[in-house]
């Protein structure tokens, strides 16, 4: 081999070299600011999504709160107490449309598998209002029990965390 073919051989090689640093190098500039932007997004849509689920578990707390053991729709309602109920009645409508705004921004800001368990808590809020009006009426039509909200925010919570770690890669 002369000296001219070796030095043409000896650029070429150079040159596919400094093609192929290139295209790795742009590749994985491209993939960093594809892995930053995800990360951006996943940030900007994991601060709001926190903030809504933080409202809506302080409200169905309090509910939960109002209505679990040693509540006044826990324990049978006697005759003297039904003045204390009517007051009790309006404390639940008051959590009640507390619960059912915070389900609405949750309703809003997803995800479904989320949504559809605030759903839940936000129906079981309301049937728990109408279950303490009827039984200030004495009318006793009860829809849910004093226990039925506990495990139905607990899910919500359960569900509320695994969105907020969700990262977006196990969707593709």
């Known amino acids: 081999?002369?000296?001219?073919?070796?030095?043409?051989?000896?650029?070429?090689a150079g040159a596919l070299a400094t093609t192929g640093a290139?295209?790795?190098?742009?590749?994985?500039a491209r993939e960093q600011a594809r892995i930053t932007a995800r990360s951006e997004h996943q940030r900007q849509r994991r601060e709001p999504r926190h903030e809504v689920y933080k409202?809506?578990?302080?409200?169905?707390?309090?509910?939960?709160?109002?209505?679990?053991p040693g509540s006044l729709l826990a324990e049978p309602v006697h005759d003297e107490e039904?003045?204390?109920m009517e007051h009790y009645v309006?404390?639940?409508?008051?959590?009640?449309y507390k619960?059912?705004?915070?389900?609405?921004?949750v309703a809003l800001v997803g995800p479904r598998e989320v949504e559809a368990v605030a759903s839940q808590i936000e129906r079981c809020s309301q049937g728990?209002?109408?279950t303490a009006s009827a039984v200030s009426r004495r009318s006793f039509h009860l829809g849910y029990s004093a226990g039925d909200l506990t495990p139905m925010l607990e899910g919500?919570?359960?569900?509320?965390?695994?969105?907020l770690d969700d990262d977006g890669t196990a969707r593709g």
């Open 1 to 12: 081999m002369d000296a001219g073919l070796a030095a043409v051989l000896g650029a070429a």
């Open 22 to 28: 290139g295209l790795v190098a742009g590749w994985s």
């Open 55 to 68: 409202r809506f578990i302080d409200a169905a707390s309090d509910m939960e709160h109002h209505t679990g």
């Open 82 to 84: 039904l003045n204390i």
């Open 90 to 96: 309006d404390l639940l409508q008051t959590l009640a």
């Open 99 to 105: 619960v059912k705004e915070a389900w609405i921004e």
């Open 128 to 130: 728990l209002r109408d």
């Open 156 to 163: 919500f919570i359960t569900a509320a965390r695994e969105a």
